[in-house]
Nanobody, 124 residues
Framework: QVQLVESGGGSVQTGGSLRLSCAAD????????GGWFRQAPGKEREFVAAISWNGGIRDYADSVKGRSTISRDNGRNTVYLQMNSLKPEDTAVYYC?????????????????WGQGTQVTVSS
């Protein structure tokens, strides 16, 4: 029922920054948990960050904690992921996801809606 579209990916050098955006087509997105996951070739999809419906709770994978900030603007039906101090290990396709509720929010299979993904490549 909700379609998500990611944008903002690209190629950067080590230490650079990117801001990923996830835009939803329906207002109901504002009541959902928003999540970011990433998947590198040959690897399992992994949790990156999540934000509760009102932004009151935010959680990050240890690998990006301190370098990334997840936020949302429910008026725009959009969730953002600001990534700084990027490393080659951050290279992956990044997916936006949404779901009702918060339980087990780090597990991809708990999410109902997914975007098409946006490529992030960090060189050097």
């Amino acid at each position: 029922q909700v379609q998500l579209v990611e944008s903002g990916g690209g190629s950067v050098q080590t230490g650079g920054s990117l801001r990923l955006s996830c835009a939803a087509d329906r207002r109901t997105f504002s009541s959902y948990t928003g999540g970011w996951f990433r998947q590198a070739p040959g690897k399992e999809r992994e949790f990156v960050a999540a934000i509760s419906w009102n932004g009151g709770i935010r959680d990050y994978a240890d690998s990006v904690k301190g370098r990334s900030t997840i936020s949302r603007d429910n008026g725009r039906n959009t969730v953002y992921l600001q990534m700084n101090s990027l490393k080659p290990e951050d290279t992956a396709v990044y997916y936006c996801a949404a779901r009702a509720g918060w339980s087990n929010f780090k597990f991809a299979y708990e999410y109902s809606y997914w975007g098409q993904g946006t490529q992030v490549t960090v060189s050097s």
